[in-house]
């Protein structure tokens, strides 16, 4: 059964042991999201902070609620100790069948509302995150909604919203994101706003989904429902078009301006650092504020991993990559991107592999906006989610000269977030690409391919047998 709301989900990961309510009243400023980063860096639980200083009793902030695969194993309904490749199994299966939302008439998320003058952003407990921070950001754990007006094609996607003032929020969604393609495309040419709904917490699922990259014209609330297996029910918002979780906490629902830019950040970025300064983000003036009694604002205290952004972000990159490497009949196997590598450090199986696999892979990569910039390529009896092999492969089977491929990201697609990057290269989105292939060259002849010295490839298949008949009474587990 999936869950239909975030406050649902937090009372499941009471009862696994895996989020804390923090009863004593903590400060907005800086304290909440200090306690959630260290929980976060010593893989504590995740922290709902009930009271919260300069707040309604009942207004509260919670950190850190998928950023274990633990959490995700429970959000997606599984038993918490799942295994991580199980879970990718998993999200990937379901993947395979998406659900329409259902539309419903009203929602929990209409329980208060707040329009036009009366619109203060600052009646919500939105935290400052880091020491640093240009502001108090609003939408971090968000699902922000946007719409193509001539296609219908709903985009839902993850961006930052920082408050600028009582009724403007600054953010940061590149124009090669979706939201800010629509917006470039559509919008910006007829000076137009456009509306966009920033919603903060929906169901779990809804916001896995958001972090996931599907392809120009996808619904990703199609597939919300497809991990879900249920719909997802929706409501129209009070100022637009646009349809929005009925049971989300707090729904803010605006127009992204065409003509003005106003400051956003510096924020602690994803990568683990803060690599930039101040600088222009797109300006959302907020027309209403939907939210329920006692609302929950979702934060992620982004900094080191493991974090909500390099679980959940590994998670959905890997499978989306796992999608467009198989497209042009790349032989993939599995793909694996270590939540610790947040989102920069990728591994690939392949059925065969080469030189020549190895650059198509870095290709179908750099096509898109990719932080992705250290690619392991390892051959099929490699599992990529096992590091103990993974580094196995890449210290014995890539040649130091041969295997490692250097190459560089068009411009335009290199993060800019990436801190090995120099400053230029962030401004100008310029930045390098290092391929590690570890796969046998498919023009060695097989019968000099060296052995594998492992109880799979070097013993013969009846002693192989025997010893697997045996183990238990070898006195062995
Ligand atoms: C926590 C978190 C914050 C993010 N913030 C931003 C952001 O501010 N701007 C941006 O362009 N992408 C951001 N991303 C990446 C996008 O969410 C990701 O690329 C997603 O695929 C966007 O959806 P889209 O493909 O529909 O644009 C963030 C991801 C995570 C996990």
């Known amino acids: 059964m999936a869950f239909n709301e975030m406050r649902q989900f937090c009372e499941a990961l009471e009862r696994t042991g895996d989020l804390v309510r923090i009863k004593k009243e903590v400060d907005w400023e800086l304290e909440a999201a200090a306690i959630s980063r260290r929980s976060l860096e010593t893989i504590g639980p995740a922290t709902l902070f009930e009271k919260i200083k300069d707040y309604p009793p009942g207004y509260r902030i919670l950190g850190g609620v998928q950023a274990t695969y633990r959490r995700v194993a429970v959000s997606l309904g599984m038993p918490p100790d799942s295994p991580i490749p199980a879970i990718y199994r998993e999200y990937e299966e379901r993947e395979q069948t998406p659900v329409?939302?259902?539309?419903?008439?009203?929602?929990?998320?209409?329980?208060?509302?707040?329009?036009?003058?009366?619109?203060?952003?600052?009646?919500?407990?939105?935290?400052?995150?880091?020491?640093?921070?240009?502001?108090?950001?609003?939408?971090?754990?968000?699902?922000?909604?946007?719409?193509?007006?001539?296609?219908g094609w709903t985009n839902w996607?993850?961006?930052r919203f920082m408050i600028y003032n009582r009724d403007s929020l600054t953010g940061d969604p590149s124009f090669a994101s979706?939201?800010?393609?629509?917006?470039?495309?559509?919008?910006?040419?007829?000076?137009?706003?456009?509306?966009?709904?920033?919603?903060?917490?929906?169901?779990?699922?809804?916001?896995?989904?958001?972090?996931?990259?599907?392809?120009?014209?996808?619904?990703?609330?199609?597939?919300?429902?497809?991990?879900?297996?249920?719909?997802?029910?929706?409501?129209?918002?009070?100022?637009?078009?646009?349809?929005?979780?009925?049971?989300?906490e707090i729904v803010v629902e605006g127009e992204i301006l065409p003509d003005v830019i106003a400051a956003e950040g510096p924020f602690g970025e994803y990568p683990g650092y803060r690599t930039g300064k101040s600088r222009t983000g797109l300006v959302c003036k907020v027309k209403a504020v939907t939210y329920r009694s006692n609302p929950i604002l979702t934060m992620i205290s982004l900094g080191v991993p493991l974090d909500d952004s390099s679980v959940a972000a590994a998670l959905t990159a890997s499978i989306s990559l796992k999608r467009?490497?198989?497209?042009?009949?790349?032989?993939?196997?599995?793909?694996?991107?270590?939540?610790?590598?947040?989102?920069?450090?990728?591994?690939?199986?392949?059925?065969s592999g080469g030189r020549n696999v190895a650059k198509q892979i870095a290709d179908i990569i750099t096509a898109r906006r990719a932080a992705m910039n250290k690619i392991v390529?390892?051959?099929?009896?490699?599992?990529?989610?096992?590091?103990?092999?993974?580094?196995?492969?890449?210290?014995?089977?890539?040649?130091?000269?041969?295997?490692?491929?250097?190459?560089?990201?068009?411009?335009?697609?290199?993060?800019?977030?990436?801190?090995?990057?120099?400053?230029?290269?962030?401004?100008?989105?310029?930045?390098?690409?290092?391929?590690?292939?570890?796969?046998?060259?498919?023009?060695?002849?097989?019968?000099?391919?060296?052995?594998?010295?492992?109880f799979s490839d070097i013993y013969p298949a009846e002693i192989k047998e025997k010893v697997l008949r045996n183990w238990k009474e070898y006195g062995l587990k």
């Open 100 to 151: 329409k939302p259902v539309i419903v008439k009203t929602g929990p998320c209409k329980e208060n509302i707040m329009v036009g003058k009366d619109v203060d952003l600052f009646s919500f407990p939105a935290p400052l995150i880091h020491d640093g921070d240009g502001g108090r950001y609003m939408g971090t754990w968000d699902v922000v909604i946007n719409q193509d007006p001539d296609s």
């Open 157 to 159: 996607g993850m961006y």
């Open 178 to 248: 979706q939201l800010g393609f629509i917006f470039k495309e559509k919008f910006i040419p007829k000076k137009k706003s456009m509306p966009v709904a920033i919603v903060i917490g929906a169901d779990p699922l809804c916001h896995m989904v958001a972090t996931a990259g599907y392809g120009i014209g996808v619904d990703e609330v199609d597939y919300a429902g497809a991990l879900r297996k249920e719909p997802v029910e929706l409501v129209k918002a009070e100022t637009s078009n646009l349809l929005v979780p009925a049971r989300a």
């Open 324 to 351: 467009r490497l198989k497209r042009p009949g790349i032989p993939v196997t599995n793909v694996y991107a270590p939540a610790e590598g947040v989102t920069h450090l990728v591994v690939v199986g392949v059925k």
């Open 377 to 454: 390529v390892v051959d099929e009896d490699v599992d990529v989610f096992n590091m103990m092999q993974v580094i196995h492969a890449l210290s014995v089977k890539c040649h130091p000269l041969r295997g490692i491929i250097l190459d560089e990201v068009p411009a335009g697609k290199a993060n800019e977030l990436t801190p090995c990057y120099s400053l230029e290269e962030r401004t100008h989105k310029t930045g390098g690409l290092a391929i590690f292939d570890a796969t046998w060259p498919p023009e060695w002849p097989k019968e000099t391919l060296p052995i594998k010295s492992s």
